[in-house]
């Protein structure tokens, strides 16, 4: 499990996560969903201590920090050995091939041999669909192509949790399709999942549960069906914005 506690979080005199409790069940996509600027973005960075909240506190399994002092490099690492984010750019390396992309962290944090490495990898990218490109270099491949490989290089490093911060939001529908297919499949292979979109469908076709947040804080934590049905008024002015759109 990976929980937050009375997690708050301040740029100057912005207030972007006010006093946040929340826990994320292993082997479930959590779907997270809210307004820009709602703070969506910051509080998946926290679980990966990209940002570092001044007070509350962080669990992983059976890793923990407190915040409120500063944080050693051993502690942050130790932390986030557990988890992986994808971004919505997709920062490939530009030198090295699609496969190498893919086999490339294991071996350099020491998880694996290079063989080992590599056919892993080879696997991995046959999983989303790149079998057939392990040797491009990834400015020949579409943006769907880059989130892929993107997708299939956090796998390879087998984190618990994989934190995906709209990773669809710069892609043209198609591409957008082949990369939910991605994640679909590995919300139905039970992985534990943390996304952060603004696809409606999407998001309901892939959560177990999801939480609205509303300007800093957890305006709804639940099923997808008690969701999408709320009658509560900012959950149905937010979704009107998409049933408009
Ligand atoms: N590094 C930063 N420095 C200052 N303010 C920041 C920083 N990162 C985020 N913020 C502010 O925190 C608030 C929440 O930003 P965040 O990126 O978490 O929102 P979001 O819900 O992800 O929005 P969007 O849906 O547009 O991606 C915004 O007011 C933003 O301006
Ligand atoms: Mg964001």
Known sequence: M?????????????????DVDL?????ETTVILGPS?????TLLRVMDLLEVPESGSLRINEDGVEFGSTLSDSRIRS?????????????LFPNQSVLKN???????NGKLSAAEAESRARELLGKVGLGDRLNEYPDNLSGGQQQRVAIARVLAIAPDYLLFDE?????????????????????????????VT???????????????????????DGSPDEFFASSNERIRRYLTTFEVA
């Open 2 to 18: 990976l929980e937050l506690k009375n997690v708050s979080k301040s740029f100057g005199d912005n207030t972007v996560l006010d």
């Open 23 to 27: 826990q994320v069940r292993e082997g």
């Open 37 to 41: 600027g709602s703070g969506k973005s």
């Open 79 to 91: 932390i986030r050995k557990h988890s992986a984010m994808v971004f919505q750019g997709y920062n």
């Open 102 to 108: 893919v086999s490339l962290p294991p071996v350099l």
């Open 167 to 195: 990773p669809t939001s710069a892609l043209d529908p198609e591409l957008e399709a082949e990369v939910i297919k991605v994640l679909v499949d590995l919300a139905e292979e039970k992985r534990s999942l943390v996304v």
């Open 198 to 220: 603004h696809n409606i469908q999407f998001a309901k076709k892939v959560a177990d549960r999801v939480l609205f947040l509303d300007n800093g804080s957890i305006g709804f």
